[in-house]
């Protein structure tokens, strides 16, 4: 397809419905530009902004459900309170300096904080730190082993994208990523989200 003839994508100012936002990708700057022009906050993570608009637009309402937090029922304080192999993970759970020195004397001197790890902790409410521990020495495992790659966030569709393509297309490089990107993120996704296909480079072709 020449990229004459992919579909225009409207100004995010004349999008009308949830679905049809849905379908477009956007910048973040262009949807808290948008967010802030319908009154609706502009903080958190481009998904997150997306997901109020939509909901701005299904109902009219400028009160997002997404935003509204419970309150933890635990007042553990884990900045401060003596920390052992059998403490429980409660709904307080903060990332502290106490915490990182629990792990770094039980998980060794090279423990870090990454994405995967603290996803795990605040799904994980109920479990111990004995537990946590084991699970961040089975992760560092997994790092260790032949192929391993790292996950990739949901929200990072363009680092996806450029790993799925320059697997499929191990001749190719990050010039071509870059422009047959920009194609596929102009074109419609009835998922709304914009992944790689092979018939993406089709898109390439005058």
């Known amino acids: ?31 808290m530009a948008r967010a802030k022009a ?6 958190g993570g481009k998904f997150t902004i997306l997901d109020r608009i939509a909901h701005y637009l299904e109902t009219g309402e400028t009160a997002f459900p997404g935003d509204k ?13 003596d920390l052992s192999a059998e403490t429980v993970i409660t709904d307080s759970y903060k990332n502290t300096k106490n915490v990182r020195r629990f792990f770094k004397a039980h998980a060794g001197d090279g423990f870090k904080f990454n994405i995967e790890f603290m996803a795990w902790m ?21 790092e260790a082993s032949d192929g391993f790659q790292t996950k990739i966030a ?4 363009f680092n996806q994208y450029t790993r799925d393509f320059l697997a499929d297309n191990p001749t190719l490089g990050m010039d071509d990523v870059r422009r047959v990107w920009a194609l596929k ?22």
């Open 154 to 157: 949901p929200h990072n569709q």
């Open 69 to 81: 937090r419970t309150k933890a029922s635990s007042k553990f304080d884990w900045h401060v309170e």
């Open 1 to 31: 397809m020449s990229p004459k003839a992919l579909p225009k994508r409207p100004p995010i100012e004349e999008i009308s419905t949830a679905d049809d936002l849905r379908q477009w990708y956007w910048l973040k700057e262009e949807l």
């Open 38 to 43: 319908l009154g609706l906050r502009t903080s």
């Open 185 to 206: 993120r102009a074109l419609p996704s009835a998922t709304g989200r914009h992944e790689y296909e092979p018939a993406d480079l089709l898109l390439d072709m005058e």
């Open 122 to 142: 605040k799904a994980n409410t109920g479990k111990t730190l004995g537990d946590a521990v084991g699970e961040y020495n089975a992760m560092r495992a997994r």
